[in-house]
């Protein structure tokens, strides 16, 4: 089932709260997007000189300034067509600042200084504003000026040494987790930021990296290596490091995938399949020994699950223990689960007439949030500068030199 939303946007909780956002591509978009569902007014400000933010421009569905990518990234924003690189522009920044609450880039690490986008600038336009810099490596050290997009950082924090199977080559992970993970941490930096400038009156300078992102995200395995000399490796089909089983199982016309990571999920698996034995098997009967025999415990596993099929051991396992088929994309938007929660949502397209999105997975009182399509390029120039305060005649001027565009442009 595909739902249209019916919440008012009225009921949103950060309506009031507006954002300047010089982004691109995915990682601050796909933060500042959680916000603008959530209510935030948040205003892109795109070079048109440059054919406007690339993500416009992600291959294989795009065309005329609008892809797909864009929509997945830029839903419920506002699009304001701006050269920051020239006078005009910054005046124009300063005026729109005046009543924003933050200011958010995720520019190479040494332009936002360059372009007047940090609070030593900005604070002499408003006290309590809040700058969040979302950059590769940092704004201050001997990076700052390197290019990183989400790849290299799961290369580089040695993401692919452990993904896939042993003896493979490694392998990043299928989707751009790190550029997430950055834009949700830049996302947090900027609510964080704003709570404490309301409270002290005056704004200052946040920072996050992908690359500091990617080294935390490390996690557990990290600090196991720093304290105990734990080597993170590969592990046979998908599985977890220390708990077993936690892996894939291959069924009679598939895969299925098993977690049994409390103590109480061994003995009701055990159960399940019809081998109450392997409870009390001192090769298997906890954790350690599980861990121990590792081999031995998938080998038997494996030799019952091969038996039936994905959906039989569903049948018996679902709501047991954690488990769950091994899908392909179109079979986990297809699932039942999947249309039951909603997860797909359709949002009216001003070319298309409406496109399918995956909705936003913070529920607002029980309610799916409110979306629109992703503007096109200067939608919402022509109403930001007269919400600013500039004349007809000041934004005819700015047309002329080429520092604004509008949509019709």
Not at 23 to 45: H, N, S
Not at 268 to 282: A, G, M, Q, S, T
Not at 401 to 407: M, P, Y
């Amino acid at each position: 089932m595909i739902i249209v939303f019916q919440m008012q946007a009225k009921n949103l909780p950060l309506k009031n709260l507006k954002i300047i956002a010089i982004e691109q591509y995915g990682a601050a978009p796909f933060g500042t997007m959680y916000l603008a569902d959530l209510g935030a007014e948040v205003i892109k400000i795109e070079n048109h000189k440059n054919g406007g933010e690339m993500g416009r421009h992600v291959l294989p569905y795009a065309e005329n300034g609008d892809s797909l990518f864009f929509q997945t990234f830029s839903a419920n924003k506002k699009s304001m067509a701006l050269d920051l690189q020239t006078r005009s522009g910054q005046q124009i920044l300063h005026r729109i600042s005046a009543d924003a609450d933050a200011v958010i880039n995720n520019l190479r690490g040494d332009l936002p200084t360059k372009l007047h986008l940090d609070y030593s600038s900005l604070q002499k336009v408003k006290k309590d504003i809040v700058c969040v810099h979302l950059s590769a490596y940092g704004r201050h050290n001997s990076r700052a000026a390197w290019p990183g997009l989400d790849y290299v950082m799961q290369a580089e924090a040695g993401y692919l040494s452990i993904t896939g199977e042993p003896n493979a080559p490694p392998t990043r992970m299928g989707l751009s987790v790190v550029d997430f993970m950055g834009g949700l941490t830049a996302a947090l930096a900027l609510l964080a930021g704003v709570l404490g400038a309301r409270s002290a009156g005056t704004g200052q300078d946040y920072d996050t990296s992908l690359f500091d992102v990617a080294m935390t995200n490390l996690s557990y395995p990290a600090t196991w290596h720093l304290n105990e000399g734990f080597e993170p490796e590969r592990v046979p089909h998908s599985g977890h490091p220390s708990l077993v089983p936690s892996e894939m199982y291959k069924t009679a016309d598939g895969h299925i995938f098993i977690m049994a990571n409390k103590a109480n999920f061994w003995p009701r698996l055990c159960e399940i399949i019809k081998k109450p034995d392997w409870v009390h098997d001192i090769r298997m009967n906890d954790f350690s020994a599980r861990l121990e025999n590792r081999d031995l415990v998938y080998s038997r596993l494996q030799s019952v699950f091969i038996k039936h099929t994905t959906k039989y051991w569903l049948t018996l396992l679902e709501g047991q223990l954690p488990c769950a088929p091994v899908n392909d994309i179109k079979s986990a938007l297809s699932n039942n689960f999947a249309r039951d929660q909603k997860s797909i949502q359709m949002v009216k397209h001003p070319k298309r007439g409406s496109i399918q999105v995956l909705r936003q997975p913070i529920l607002v009182d029980g309610e799916i949030v409110p979306r629109q399509s992703a503007p096109t390029l200067g939608a919402d120039t022509l109403d930001i500068l007269k919400k600013a305060g500039f004349s007809n005649d000041e934004i005819s001027e700015f047309e002329s030199e080429g520092v604004i565009a509008t949509a019709s442009d």
